[in-house]
């Protein structure tokens, strides 16, 4: 069983069209798929595994794994995990759209 442990550096710059094709998962998108996994095996920050593993910003990062957690193919790649990241998102929206309407949980 492959644990991630093995990633290699992303160097790809790619556009989110060219990133995400809409038959099936590149090599990048199961990358950030076992990163989401196994992040806390990494010693450091998450912000700063995310530079050294795949050389973009965590904005950007972020950017691309809230699109790839939409699509079908990640869900059918890991479901526990796409359903875990997607229930997490919808929280953190909820908690933002709290605080801005001074509601307190």
């Known amino acids: 069983m492959d644990d991630g442990s093995a990633l290699e550096p992303v160097t790809e710059d790619l556009e989110d069209d ?3 094709p809409a038959d099936l998962l590149s090599e990048r998108d199961r990358q950030i798929l076992a990163f989401e996994r ?11 595994a995310i530079r050294e ?31 875990r990241l997607r229930r997490v998102r919808t ?14 949980p």
């Not at 794994?65 to 869900?75: G, H, K, M, Q, T």
């Open 18 to 20: 060219g990133a995400f």
């Open 38 to 48: 196994q992040w806390w095996k990494y010693a450091g920050a998450k912000e700063q």
């Open 53 to 83: 593993l795949f050389d973009m910003s965590a904005t950007r990062y972020y950017q691309l794994l809230n699109i790839l957690i939409d699509r079908p193919e990640a869900l059918e790649c890991d479901p526990m995990l796409v359903k």
């Open 91 to 104: 929280q953190r929206q909820r908690q933002r759209a709290a605080r801005r309407l001074g509601i307190r």
